[in-house]
Structure formats: structure tokens, C-alpha cells
């Protein structure tokens, strides 16, 4: 269904090239990348250490001005950071000097939101993720699994229109892993939100994607992509899924390999 | 035994050894006079309005010109942190000036500025602003960029981000800066008084030794110490004590050790 002058897409990038400059050296990043995102959907995207997933996640964040072709967002080009985008960091990013609520309720203050609309909000949210018996607990005082949830609900109470995930939960045990799961595709089933889903974890992409990408090895390109099909919630340990799983990985061996051997050959 | 109990227990034997030196008659009375004696100065100093009003007037020295100059050394601080062509000139210089005792900038005072308060508040000033100055910078350079896209990505910019994310994040550097400015204020401040004929603990402390009255000068070197130790009980440890706190940074090195990776 397309309608004039409206695009499905949430998110469209077309010959995205990206390319940093150490040390006088030119290190490329990603290379023409096109990739579409409907709106609502989950797209998670693995690939081998350094080949660009961050860097692609930087970019549509809007931290980086890619050096060629271009990233639109609902038809707008991205031009700087906005809460339209959130990033959920892999170090997260709380600021510790504010309680658990404080980092909620900080994207709504900055945007000049009422202190009583601002508490409902993020109460809302702590909700959602099952800590509001931790609203005024400070950052360092919560375990490992309680602080991604709350970056999550930061994330959420901005109400983004996409959400850009780098490797939440890798840092995670595998019980606290799994819950999260499952809490963020019910979050997802509530709320709908676009998600850009980046890990190292072939079966958590399984798991949380309607696709999954793969990307080859530096410079990263898109390599190919599967598409899941199964019913939700899906929990890692489903069989079918361990069978993508699977066809996925033998796509993504390669690739790992390769990027070994380059890493190696740089030492 | 509790901490109170201890430094009491602490404080009145310093008393009674000094009592202890007193007996023993190594020197005259009119050189080491006794703690009593000491207080009785003390006492009536405080009575006669003379002390109270010496203390007055040198803690609004002080107040102003830490005040003042702290406002303008962050200020200040956060400018030089923000524009790298700066940092590596002026950032230089004010990591050298730091270096320079301020009652050095009294005979520039004089010349420019003549016999007057404002002088006094110069020098104080100039014992304050490097130090705030400096570790502001450094407070400010050091947030982590993290911190700073978090922030954009929440929507925050400009004074927005600088007032709700640098400032906080650069808050215990800033303080450690205050803290040192605090006490360099109040030491330039008493080389000043000694040095002016005016009002202030500083000039008591000279008028003693004009009159040679131990008694005195000894009076007001305590009420110089405690006023000292006051401010950095009384104001700046609770502070730092909160901020270690508040930011989670309380952990003993061992246990960051143990929790670096961020693992459960
Ligand atoms: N800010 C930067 N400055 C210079 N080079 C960078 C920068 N960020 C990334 N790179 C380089 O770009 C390449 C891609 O890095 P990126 O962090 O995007 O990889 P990644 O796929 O996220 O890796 P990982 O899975 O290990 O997180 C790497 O070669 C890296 O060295
Ligand atoms: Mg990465």
C-alpha cells in the first residue's frame, strides 16, 4: 500500500559509505549500505567484531555526518541528534548524580515538560519495565539487569520514534538476558516502536527480529538478510528458531573468520 | 569510642601538654603564657566586641572574594574547557599561575589599586581563581563524551546540556577546586591583614606582636585555626561526602576492582 507523497518507511538509508580518519590513516567504517525499516517493525543486525554496526547506529543517531548517501528518517534527512532516535549505549550512559527517576524524567525536563506530567510519565515507564519500586534509587545502587531497564525506560519515556539498540545486553547473565527478552517484546507488542537491534548473538537477533541482517566483514557491507517468521513471544531455546538460528550462523562464519585473520594481521 | 570522643580526648591533650611546658619554665611567661591565660585573652577579646568584629570582617573578606572569583573561575574555566584553541594557550598559563603564592600580587595591588578593600579582594581573589580555574577545566574535559551523546540524544544542547550534564558530571572535580580555593583564599587573606593596617583576624595577629602580646597573637592564631578547620568540617566535607554518594564513587578500590567489567 503506497500512498503519494507518504512513505512506509521509518527509516530509509541509501549508499551509506562511512569512513573515519586515525591518525592520518582512513578507516572504513561501512560501504554503500541500503537498508529500509517499516515502521513498527524489528531489525536486528549481527556481524563480526568492528565491522561497522556501531558506526551504523552512529549515524542514524545522528553523532556522525556520513560521508556519503544519505539516511532519511519518515523522509527527513538526519542531520543531529534528536529524540526522535534514542539509543539505548551499551554502557548505558545513566547519569549517576540523578535517581532512577531523575535519568526518566530527564529527556521530558529537558524539553521543558511540567514536574506532575514528568512523574507520570516516568512512572509510567518504570512500570512497563517492573522498577517502580525503585523510582528513587540511585544509579549505582541497582544491579547490572535494573540499570539496562531503566536506559530502556529513559529511552522510552521520550516516546522516540525509533529505538537504537548496541549490544544491550551483552553484558548481562543469561537468566537476566532471557527476561529481558521477553520484557522487551511485550514492551514492543504495547508500544509498537521501530527498533534497530544491534548484537553479537545470533539467537538473540533470532529471537527479538521480524529480520534479521548480517554484515560482512570490514568494511561492512550488507551481506543478507533472513527473515523471521515465527510466533511471539519467542523465547532463545524455541527449535525453530534455533534452526534459523542456525543457517544464519554458517552466513556469519565466514565473515568472523575473516575479520579475525585481518585483526591478527594488524598486530 | 566514638570519633567526637577521640578528638576531644585529642584536643585536651595537646591542652594539657602545652600546660605541661608552661610548668616547666623553659621560658617566660611574657613568650609562652598559659592555655588559661590564653583564654582569658580570648574571653575578653570576644566580650570587648574586638574579636567578633575582627572575625566579621575577615569572613566577608573572604565570602567575597572566594565568592566572587569562584562564580568567574568556573565560568571562566568552562570557556577555556570548551574551545580547544584556548586550552592549549590560556589553559597553560592558568596551570602555571596556580603556582604563584598570591600574596605576590600585593605589591600590584598596592600600585594599582592603592591602600583599599578592594585590594584585600584582589589577592584573595587571585588565591582563588587559578585553582578554580584549573580544576574546572579539568572537570570539564574529563565528563565523558557517553555522557555528552546521552544527553544530545535526549534532546538537550547548548546551555541545556552544559547546566544539566557538564556541570553536574564535572561537579566533584569543581568542588576539589573550590575546596583548595577556599583555603588559599583564606591564607592570602591573613598574609594581606598582616600586611595592611585595617581591621581583620590579620591585623589583630600583627597589633599582638607590635605590643608583644603573646597572649594575643597566640588568641587569635586560634581563632584563625578553628575558623580554618570550621569551614573544611563544617562545609566542605559533608559536601564532598555527599557528591562521593550521590555519584556512586564511594566504593573502596578493591570492590571497583571487583565490578570493573560490569558483569553479574
Ligand atoms: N570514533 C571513531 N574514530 C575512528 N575510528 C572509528 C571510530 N569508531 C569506529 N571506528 C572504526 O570503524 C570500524 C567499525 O567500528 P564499529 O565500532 O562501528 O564496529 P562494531 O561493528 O560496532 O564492532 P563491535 O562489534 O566490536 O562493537 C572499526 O575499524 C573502528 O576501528
Ligand atoms: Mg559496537
Given at each position: 500500500?503506497?500512498?503519494?507523497?507518504?512513505?512506509?518507511?521509518?527509516?530509509?538509508?541509501?549508499?551509506?559509505?562511512h569512513?573515519?580518519?586515525?591518525?592520518?590513516?582512513?578507516?572504513?567504517?561501512v560501504?554503500?549500505?541500503?537498508?529500509?525499516?517499516?515502521?513498527?517493525?524489528?531489525?536486528?543486525?549481527?556481524g563480526?567484531?568492528?565491522?561497522?554496526?556501531s558506526?551504523?547506529?552512529?549515524?542514524?543517531?545522528?553523532?556522525?555526518?556520513?560521508?556519503?548517501?544519505?539516511?532519511?528518517?519518515?523522509?527527513?534527512?538526519?542531520?543531529?541528534?534528536?529524540?526522535?532516535?534514542?539509543?539505548?549505549?551499551?554502557?548505558?550512559?545513566?547519569?549517576?548524580?540523578?535517581?532512577?527517576?531523575?535519568?526518566?524524567?530527564?529527556?521530558?525536563?529537558?524539553?521543558?515538560?511540567?514536574?506532575?506530567?514528568r512523574?507520570?510519565?516516568?512512572?509510567?515507564?518504570?512500570?512497563m519495565?517492573?522498577?517502580?519500586?525503585?523510582?528513587?534509587?540511585?544509579?549505582?545502587?541497582?544491579?547490572?539487569?535494573?540499570?539496562?531497564?531503566?536506559?530502556?525506560?529513559?529511552?522510552?519515556?521520550?516516546?522516540?520514534?525509533?529505538?537504537l539498540?548496541?549490544?544491550?545486553?551483552?553484558?548481562?547473565?543469561?537468566?537476566?538476558?532471557?527476561?529481558?527478552?521477553?520484557e522487551?517484546?511485550?514492551?514492543?507488542?504495547?508500544?509498537?516502536?521501530?527498533?534497530?537491534?544491534v548484537?553479537?548473538?545470533?539467537?538473540?537477533?533470532?529471537?527479538?527480529?521480524?529480520?534479521?541482517?548480517v554484515?560482512?566483514?570490514?568494511?561492512?557491507?550488507?551481506k543478507?538478510?533472513f527473515?523471521?517468521?515465527?510466533?511471539?513471544?519467542?523465547?532463545?531455546?524455541?527449535?525453530?528458531?534455533?534452526?534459523?538460528?542456525?543457517?544464519?550462523?554458517?552466513?556469519?562464519?565466514?565473515?568472523?573468520?575473516?575479520?579475525?585473520?585481518?585483526?591478527?594481521?594488524?598486530? | 569510642?566514638?570519633?567526637?570522643?577521640?578528638?576531644?580526648?585529642?584536643?585536651?591533650?595537646?591542652?594539657?601538654?602545652?600546660?605541661?611546658?608552661?610548668?616547666?619554665?623553659?621560658?617566660?611567661?611574657?613568650?609562652?603564657?598559659?592555655?588559661?591565660?590564653?583564654?582569658?585573652?580570648?574571653?575578653?577579646?570576644?566580650?570587648?566586641?574586638?574579636?567578633?568584629?575582627?572575625i566579621?570582617?575577615?569572613?566577608?573578606?573572604?565570602?567575597?572574594?572566594f565568592?566572587?572569583?569562584a562564580?568567574?573561575?568556573?565560568?571562566?574555566?568552562?570557556?577555556?574547557?570548551?574551545?580547544?584553541?584556548?586550552?592549549?594557550?590560556?589553559?597553560?598559563?592558568?596551570?602555571?599561575?596556580?603556582?604563584?603564592?598570591?600574596?605576590?600580587w600585593?605589591?600590584?595591588?598596592?600600585l594599582?589599586?592603592?591602600?583599599?578593600?578592594?585590594?584585600?579582594?584582589?589577592?584573595?581573589?587571585?588565591?582563588?581563581?587559578?585553582?578554580?580555574?584549573?580544576?574546572?577545566?579539568?572537570?570539564?574535559?574529563n565528563?565523558?563524551?557517553?555522557?555528552?551523546?546521552?544527553?544530545l540524544?535526549m534532546?538537550?544542547?547548548?546551555?541545556?546540556?552544559?547546566w544539566?550534564?557538564?556541570?553536574?558530571?564535572?561537579?566533584?572535580?569543581?568542588?576539589?577546586?573550590?575546596?583548595?580555593g577556599?583555603?588559599?583564599?583564606?591564607?592570602?587573606?591573613m598574609?594581606a591583614?598582616?600586611?595592611?593596617?585595617?581591621?581583620?583576624?590579620?591585623?589583630l595577629?600583627?597589633?599582638?606582636?607590635?605590643?608583644?602580646d603573646?597572649?594575643?597573637?597566640l588568641?587569635?592564631?586560634l581563632?584563625?585555626?578553628?575558623?580554618g578547620?570550621?569551614?573544611?568540617?563544617?562545609v566542605?566535607?559533608?559536601?564532598?561526602?555527599?557528591?562521593?554518594?550521590?555519584?556512586?564513587?564511594?566504593?573502596?578500590?578493591?570492590?571497583?576492582?571487583?565490578?570493573?567489567?560490569?558483569?553479574?
Open positions: 500500500m503506497n500512498y503519494p507523497g507518504i512513505d512506509p518507511c521509518r527509516v530509509r538509508i541509501r549508499g551509506l559509505s569512513a573515519y580518519t586515525n591518525a592520518g590513516r582512513q578507516v572504513e567504517a560501504r554503500d549500505i541500503n537498508l529500509e525499516i517499516l515502521d513498527g517493525e524489528i531489525v536486528c543486525i549481527v563480526p567484531s568492528g565491522c561497522g554496526k558506526s551504523l547506529l552512529n549515524l542514524i543517531a545522528g553523532f556522525e555526518r556520513p560521508r556519503q548517501g544519505e539516511i532519511l528518517v519518515h523522509g527527513h534527512p538526519v542531520r543531529s541528534p534528536g529524540p526522535d532516535r534514542v539509543v539505548v549505549f551499551q554502557d548505558l550512559g545513566l547519569f549517576p548524580w540523578l535517581t532512577a527517576r531523575g535519568n526518566v524524567e530527564f529527556g521530558l525536563k529537558v524539553r521543558g515538560v511540567l514536574k506532575k506530567d512523574r507520570e510519565v516516568a512512572e509510567r515507564f518504570m512500570q519495565v517492573h522498577l517502580d519500586k525503585f523510582m528513587d534509587s540511585l544509579v549505582h545502587e541497582l544491579s547490572g539487569g535494573m540499570k539496562q531497564r531503566v536506559a530502556l525506560a529513559r529511552s522510552l519515556a521520550l516516546n522516540p520514534d525509533i529505538l539498540m548496541d549490544e544491550p545486553f551483552t553484558a548481562l547473565d543469561a537468566q537476566m538476558r532471557d527476561y529481558l527478552h521477553l522487551l517484546q511485550e514492551i514492543w507488542d504495547k508500544t509498537r516502536k521501530t527498533i534497530l537491534f548484537t553479537h548473538n545470533v539467537r538473540e537477533a533470532a529471537t527479538l527480529g521480524h529480520r534479521v541482517i554484515m560482512t566483514a570490514h568494511p561492512g557491507r550488507i543478507k538478510e527473515k523471521v517468521d515465527l510466533p511471539r513471544p519467542r523465547h532463545i531455546e524455541d527449535p525453530g528458531l534455533i534452526e534459523i538460528a542456525r543457517s544464519i550462523m554458517e552466513e556469519l562464519r565466514g565473515e568472523v573468520a575473516t575479520a579475525m585473520k585481518e585483526e591478527l594481521k594488524n598486530e | 569510642m566514638s570519633r567526637p570522643l577521640r578528638q576531644g580526648l585529642l584536643f585536651l591533650g595537646a591542652l594539657a601538654f602545652w600546660e605541661f611546658l608552661v610548668r616547666l619554665h623553659l621560658w617566660p611567661d611574657y613568650l609562652l603564657p598559659s592555655p588559661l591565660q590564653v583564654g582569658r585573652t580570648l574571653a575578653d577579646g570576644l566580650a570587648s566586641g574586638e574579636l567578633p568584629l575582627a566579621g570582617v575577615s569572613l566577608r573578606r573572604t565570602l567575597l572574594g565568592g566572587l572569583t562564580l568567574a573561575g568556573i565560568a571562566f574555566g568552562i570557556t577555556i574547557a570548551r574551545h580547544p584553541r584556548l586550552d592549549d594557550t590560556i589553559g597553560s598559563l592558568m596551570l602555571g599561575m596556580q603556582t604563584l603564592p598570591s600574596i605576590c600585593f605589591p600590584l595591588a598596592i594599582w589599586f592603592g591602600l583599599s578593600e578592594f585590594s584585600i579582594l584582589f589577592i584573595v581573589g587571585m588565591g582563588t581563581f587559578f585553582s578554580v580555574v584549573n580544576s574546572t577545566v579539568a572537570g570539564v574535559k565528563v565523558p563524551p557517553l555522557y555528552l551523546r546521552a544527553g540524544n534532546g538537550a544542547h547548548g546551555y541545556v546540556l552544559l544539566e550534564v557538564v556541570l553536574p558530571a564535572a561537579l566533584p572535580s569543581i568542588l576539589s577546586g573550590l575546596k583548595q577556599w583555603s588559599f583564599a583564606w591564607r592570602s587573606l598574609a591583614e598582616l600586611l595592611f593596617v585595617n581591621l581583620g583576624l590579620g591585623h595577629l600583627s597589633v599582638g606582636r607590635e605590643l608583644n603573646m597572649s594575643q597573637v588568641a587569635v592564631v581563632v584563625i585555626l578553628i575558623i578547620i570550621a569551614v573544611e568540617m563544617g566542605f566535607a559533608p559536601l564532598e561526602r555527599h557528591l562521593r554518594v550521590r555519584w556512586g564513587l564511594q566504593k573502596s578500590l578493591s570492590s571497583v576492582a571487583e565490578t570493573a567489567p560490569a558483569r553479574s
